[in-house]
């Protein structure tokens, strides 16, 4: 499968339209923030969801409401639920929702037992794909400024899934790291400027095919892979 990854949309929904354009994904995956209540319409995910199959989870900028009751057209849920799996032509995707947090004072705050928790309940099931809105730390986990933004729980969660790959965002900084155990972090930036990825699929192997980052230097930089992918052992 090709799929488009997307994240940190922030209601720029022009950005999101003109790269299904161009690539015509068979499957879009977002790391979440896709914009405020006010930022974002049914509407505009209505008409998202007539063209391409689209796997998510939430950041700390999305209507969770609207995102709870979004299905695909085959029913699937478009909101990856924690610890569950969601497969497609034998793709296992799984997601964690929310940003890091010592408590639950905002909707959007998880813990580091409830990431530990949902690792836990996806480790050993074969997950291809790995989706958060927050990092690794040490890993795609960058910021603008050069500091590391990722939180412990989720490398943590990285080593118990053991995914080929972990889509993450919420830095705004694109970025990849490629380990020796062949699997890939890749943080896909900020879509809000024109960032996504695509990434060929199967259910034991991922290349990246293609990265547009024009966040990184207010200019559109494309680079393409050399083949190199991310296998299962």
């Known amino acids: 499968m090709k799929a488009l990854v997307v994240g940190d949309l922030h209601g720029e929904w022009h950005w999101l339209w003109k790269a299904l354009d161009e690539e015509a994904p068979d499957l879009l995956l977002s790391v979440g923030d896709w914009g405020d209540p006010d930022q974002v319409r049914p509407c505009d995910f209505e008409r998202l969801l007539a063209l391409v199959p689209t796997y998510t989870v939430f950041g700390n900028h999305d209507d969770l409401s609207l995102l709870c009751h979004l299905r695909n057209r085959d029913g699937t849920p478009v909101l990856l639920p924690h610890g569950e799996i969601v497969e497609c032509n034998g793709v296992r995707l799984a997601g964690i929702n929310g940003i890091w947090a010592k408590s639950h004072h905002q909707p959007y705050y998880i813990t580091d037992e409830e990431v530990l928790t949902i690792a836990q309940q996806l480790a050993g099931k074969g997950v291809t794909v790995l989706i958060t809105h927050g990092c690794p730390i040490g890993l795609a986990d960058e910021t603008p400024k050069g500091t590391h933004g990722g939180q412990r729980c989720f490398l943590d969660a990285f080593k118990l899934v053991r995914p080929?790959?972990?889509?993450?965002?919420?830095?705004?900084?694109?970025?990849?790291?490629?380990?020796?155990?062949?699997?890939?972090?890749?943080?896909?930036?900020?879509?809000?400027?024109?960032?996504?990825?695509?990434?060929?699929l199967t259910p034991n192997a991922i290349t990246i095919l293609k990265r547009l980052m024009p966040s990184l230097h207010g200019r559109e930089q494309e680079t393409r892979d050399t083949g190199q992918s991310g296998t299962r052992e």
């Open 164 to 200: 080929l790959l972990h889509l993450c965002g919420h830095l705004h900084k694109p970025q990849l790291r490629r380990l020796k155990s062949g699997q890939i972090v890749l943080n896909v930036g900020t879509t809000a400027q024109g960032d996504y990825a695509v990434l060929e």
